[in-house]
């Protein structure tokens, strides 16, 4: 099962919404709408943004928005803030009832 | 408080094996799956393989079966991963998660992370 395809780097200026992409195959992105999204800082565990493609979990904020067409799912940022600065990775569940990460996406808030 | 508490650090030499524990605190473990997720340094995350707290059923990654190995212990409310034949291409930080109730299929809780360091 290779990674998910994501982009290495991504940045905006405060204020500002940034989209970050994530690609698969029919046997996980495109096969199932079980797509989730994490925030990771420096030094922490991952943290939840968006499941099962478009759902924010309770305490979420609702500048965190996801999508997805065919195999490639999306996490949007609106509202840039400083403190969005950190790793994004999205994760698919398989055919073969597995998981894939995508290779992860660095956010600089400019 | 609901948590995922995991062992402390390990440094093994090569060739060696590691047995990395987890333990689910203040929910009821049989009702959830757990799974395992690592990161090497300065890497992103990649997926090990999970179990089904209740039957104990498992799954694992390509990459690693054969070398890896996911057990429980339901008394004790612990997971266990075991990595046999280590390199130091396993030096990374090895995180227990749970997948949230249901069938929504993502990690809601993640353990604080197990460093794991591989060198001779």
């Known amino acids: 099962q290779s990674a998910l395809t994501q982009p290495a780097s991504v940045s905006g200026s405060p204020g500002q919404s940034i989209t970050i992409s994530c690609t698969g195959t029919s046997s996980d992105v495109g096969g199932y709408d079980y797509v989730s999204w994490y925030q990771q800082h420096p030094g922490k565990a991952p943290k939840v943004l968006i499941y099962?493609?478009?759902i924010r979990p309770s305490g979420v904020s609702n500048r965190f928005s996801g999508s997805k067409s065919g195999n490639t799912a999306s996490l949007t940022i609106s509202g840039l803030q400083a403190d969005d600065e950190a790793d994004y990775y999205c994760c698919s569940y398989t055919s073969s009832s597995a998981r894939v990460f995508g290779g992860g996406t660095k956010l600089t808030v400019l | 408080q609901v948590e995922l508490v995991q062992s402390g650090a390990e440094v093994k030499k090569p060739g060696a094996s590691v047995k990395v524990s987890c333990k689910a605190s203040a929910f009821a473990f049989t009702y959830f799956s757990i799974h395992w997720v690592r990161q090497a340094p300065g890497q992103g995350l990649e997926w090990m393989g999970w179990i089904n707290g209740g039957n104990g059923n498992t799954k694992y990654s390509e990459k690693f079966r054969g070398r890896v190995t996911v057990t429980r212990d339901t008394s004790a409310t612990i997971v266990f991963m075991e990595l046999s034949s280590l390199t130091s291409e396993d030096t990374a930080i090895y995180y227990c998660a749970r997948d949230a109730v249901g069938a929504a299929k993502y990690f809601d809780l993640w353990g604080r992370g197990t460093l794991l360091t591989v060198s001779s």
């Open positions: 099962e493609v478009t």
